[in-house]
């Protein structure tokens, strides 16, 4: 919903709101640049209103982190499983290439754990979400191979973050057919055996 007046767009309403206009602002300008005050202006809110919500800006990174993990994996095929491989991840490079700002939220946080131990905690969940969802997946699959999981939600990992910098969809989709084509493989290997 557009406000003609101001030149601003609304992103839902009240506290999510709110979040989205702290994962937008941090996509856009990185951590260093997420303030009380770059929050209500994307929001076309007053100041205030991110502090009695949200009470620092930590608080706000650790809704937001939630948040950004819940919605991606809610949008991806990975949950709950599919039937076919062809349909594993279906629809990813279109999902990283809609809402490229919730995926830059996510990397920017994870590097900023590195310099920030309150926040690992936080990222070491987001990423055993990820992980477990895949792992069921392939577990649907019949596989039931943890080392299989770990390289799977590497690949995956990397094809998105490769996305979200260099904006190369096509390639992508080229690298997620083939993790399919090798999940393939190892579906019929297992199943020769």
Partial sequence: MSDAKNGRTDYGTGKEALIRAAIRS????????????????????????????????????????RFAATESLALSSFYP????????????????????AVQAFQYELVLESRRNPELVPEIEAYHAQYRAA????????????????????????????QQTALGHTDTSRASLERLRAMLRSAIDKRQST
């Fill in 134 to 161: 895949i792992h069921t997946q392939l577990h649907h699959f019949g596989l039931n191979d943890e080392a299989l999981t770990d390289l799977v939600w590497a690949s995956l990992d990397g094809i998105v973050f």
């Fill in 26 to 65: 941090v996509a856009a300008g990185g951590l260093r640049r997420l303030t009380y005050r770059s929050v209500a202006a994307e929001a076309g809110v007053a100041h205030g209103l991110v502090v009695h919500h949200f009470g620092s800006i930590e608080n706000l990174l650790h809704e937001a982190l």
């Fill in 81 to 100: 499983p599919v039937d076919t491989v062809a349909e594993f991840a279906e629809g990813l490079a279109e999902l990283v290439e809609k809402d490229a």
